[in-house]
């Protein structure tokens, strides 16, 4: 007789345990459903059923307790930040965490009254806690309190931790959220695939790295494992380029000297690929042409605009639905769209901050959006907030996938075709990637002043549009 499982469904060539995230969970765990993965076999599946149910039952369980008003676990700290913690203690006991003992320097508190100083402040931690019966040690020493005595029983101050990868991605994260204030929604999205990411890592190795004794062999070693339980290469390389980013900056911020990012140019063996690495290809024009006229026809006022501007400058579907009134350009001597961080839309990268022209229809399009706005904060009120372009996406993709069948065509695809014309151009390499808010086309790239900049990337895009107009 066969055993049937609950919330367990066939996705692939594999089964997932798929289950639906009531209503008042769905703020806190940012999404609808929860699918984890669990195997291609039944002998797999019910070998990994119970472990995967009572992950799901946790993750509910801690999800009801934060709606309730339960305080979320404290996450635990790293060696180095305990080390930071007892250090601060420490300055705060008034002893000095950076003397060095017998430096015979006269402003130096004397040697002895600063050993009994200690000794008395140690003391009174031992004296909260326990004792064994049998050795008179204390019992339950909190790990906080445990650095703050190292720090108070050593003839000198110990050297701190080195920092591990788990060390870098909090502080990756830290800054991050610092620097762009996202809301929670997003906060919580890029902290989990964060932690997602690092326990890969840790996984394979079996311990949290130290940035610094880290060996290329290792970054091997992770790309290897993470192909085993992650079905598209893709998807693989693009955790390595989260920890590619989380380790750089540990490097940078840690000043760890000489220490190199063995993730560097590690790419996913190309035999693990899909046999087409180009995921999306760009409209041909009789599949733009009947897509365009689809949308035109049938689409909703907001989502033609959108289109329009997409078709015009090549952005990112997302860069398009979260500007707002103020980021259109329309007076200046080259009209253009400010891509830029604010509340209620990210960017992708540091880099997709840019200027980006207007010419042609784009240009009209967004005067007509403009004067659609009216009042306004955003230039699409419809979507122009966090996972507006998620929406906007699904309802431009139904009018794509009714006039073109092949599925590699989407509307992303129109970021492709811009970049197709801008080659066909011969826009210079640095321009273009500048245009389309790729790595490596940083603001500066050997084009003067912004309005230098503006220009040329004016001039290169009027260009690229012309060849197309004349080529059809």
Known sequence: MKMTLEHVQPRGNRKVYRRKVPKALQGILGKKEMVLRLGKTD??????????????????????????????PATKLTARELFDQATKRFRDLGFNPYRTNGSGDSDDVDEVDDWIAREVVAEGIVNRYPRDKETDHPVGVSSEDRALLTLLTSPSIPKGPSPTLEDAKRLYLK??????????????????????????????????????????????????AMLKVIP???????????????????????DLVGVKNQFEKLDVADSAREPDKRKRLPFSPEQL?????????????????IWRLLEGTGCRLSEVTGLRVSDVMLEALYPHIDVEWHDERRVKTEVSRRKVPLVGDAFEAAKEAVKAAGDSKMLFARYGHEGGGDKASAALGKHVRAAVTDKKVTTHSLRHRMED???????PEKLKRSIMGHSGGGAGDNYGGEEARLKVATEAMLKALLLEEAAT
């Not at 070998?47 to 979320?72: C, S």
């Open 43 to 72: 002998a797999e599946v019910r070998r990994q059923y119970d472990a995967t149910h009572a992950e799901a039952e946790q993750i509910f369980a801690q999800a009801w307790d934060e709606l309730h008003g339960a305080k979320k």
């Open 175 to 224: 800054d991050r959220f610092t620097k762009t204030n996202p809301s929670e929604k997003s906060k919580k999205r890029d902290e989990q695939q964060a932690d997602r990411v690092v326990g890969h890592v840790k996984s394979a190795l079996g311990y949290d790295p130290v940035l610094a004794d880290m060996k290329r062999a290792d970054a091997r070693a992770v790309a290897d």
């Open 232 to 254: 598209k290469a893709a998807t693989v390389d693009r955790y390595l380029n989260v920890v590619r980013a989380i380790i750089a900056y540990g490097i940078r911020e840690f």
């Open 289 to 305: 042409e009947a897509t365009r006229a689809r949308v035109m026809d049938r689409a909703a006022d907001d989502l033609k605009l």
């Open 421 to 427: 014309l801008l080659v066909i151009a011969w826009a």
